[in-house]
């Protein structure tokens, strides 16, 4: 009892530590925009939302009764988890069905925190002059979006121009066919985004035991940019399909390394098709790869036949793309990279500073983002990983292959903060990391302290964020 004790003493002292460093950096970059005149991206001096850099968002204290709800919501959540999900009571589908409730609940009880239902769908009625909610309009069938979609970017709200087309097609859909209006687009992105759940337990299940691989995806579900952009922004819908690569391509490497490599690769191109993120599969396949003819060469030969396998239906996907519309996705990418640098213009990788600071800046977002409890333990995790402390374990290659992806895409001069919300993607992959340390701190029968802490630091962190920030969306 007195280590596990010890354990979350530990992990309060390093919480409340690495809080105090990103305190500390905001500072530093809070100055240097006031002083220096530093503009990193969209944010510098002028903009409100250099208050909370390198997060996009700005102070902005509302107290509302919605607060008590959420609260209430959050407690019931850690005692279903303490009684039933960590018990193993739930056989696994009852778990995952449940799971994804919760996630809906979890999502709208916070989102709705400063000002009851209406605040779901708020922000596509303020940025409908910004967001891919203000194209929906302009699109009379999918197939003639696709085939003008290029040439009609000038014309449509900033994110569309930027983006693939997936976004606007999937709030256009959900207005022609289910309900039309920005409640139901609000609703349907929280819905489209539960379904990021099953992909993550399972992709859990791989590199965990059972139980722990069930921590890991409820953990998931209290990440605070989950919780906080589940309800409005559509990289919370982005998340999905890139979450579901992940699962399938991860399987291929033990079983059916055709089927699940083409599954992958499928829903690779759907990513593809709602953001240019989705380069980051290709990159993490490859990580995968070159992590696997290291250290795991007896599954090299399911790689290749999975990769291999991703490609050529990616391939297929597009092909018959173009075929029935006319879309190429290449010369979409052209296109939005040109936009993209107009507006970006003086915030963008144009000095050495400017670069440092967004490296930096992008790291940080992405961690504090998916929590300080879970950025603790993942980095505890990540250096027994990289010592090699835990052999050839799955979870270790998980973790190598996704550290050598995010090092080369961090150093890649490609984004400029709000990745807080843009690298949703990324957190399956940081709470599964994450999760592993707490597997030794305990006994088997009931949550050890370090992840009673953890849940309450997380549930904290999300409702001080939600009641002290705007984060636009």
Known sequence: MENRRHAAW????????????????????????????????????????????????????HFKTGLLVAAGVLVGYWCWVRCRAWNLQPRRRTFVAALVLWHVALACAVAMIDG???????????????????????VDSARGFLHDYVSRLPELPIHCQVHPPGGVLFLWWVDRHVWPGPAAGALATILAASLAVPAVYGLAREVLDERFARLASCLFLLAPNVLLFTATSMDAVFMVPMAWTYFFLWMARSRRPWLFGCLGGLTAAASAMMTFSAAFLGLWGLAMLLVTALLDRRRL???????????????????????????????????????????????????ARQYAHLVA?????????AGIPVAVLFFRQALRDVRGVDGRSSGRLLSLSFLLALGILAAAPLYTLEVERIWLFMVPLVVISATRPLGRSGPAERPAPEIGLTFCLLSVQVVAMEVLLNTIW
């Open 10 to 61: 530990r992990l309060g002292r390093q919480s409340l530590a690495l809080l105090a460093l990103l305190a500390g950096y905001h500072l530093v970059l809070r100055w240097l925009m006031l002083s220096r005149g530093l503009v990193l991206g969209v944010v510098g001096p002028g903009n409100a939302v250099y208050r909370v850099v390198p997060l996009y968002a700005y102070v902005r204290p």
């Open 116 to 138: 009851g239902p209406h605040r779901l769908w708020r922000p596509y009625v303020l940025l409908e002059g910004t967001e891919y909610i203000g194209a929906v309009p302009l």
């Open 301 to 351: 030969p399911a790689v290749l036949r999975a990769l291999a396998g991703a490609a050529a239906s990616s391939a297929l996907f597009f092909t018959v793309v173009y075929l029935w519309s006319g879309y190429h996705l290449l010369e979409n990418l052209g296109a939005a990279i040109g936009a993209h640098h107009g507006i970006m213009h003086g915030g963008n990788y144009a000095t």
């Open 361 to 369: 800046g992008n790291l940080v977002a992405l961690f504090a983002g």
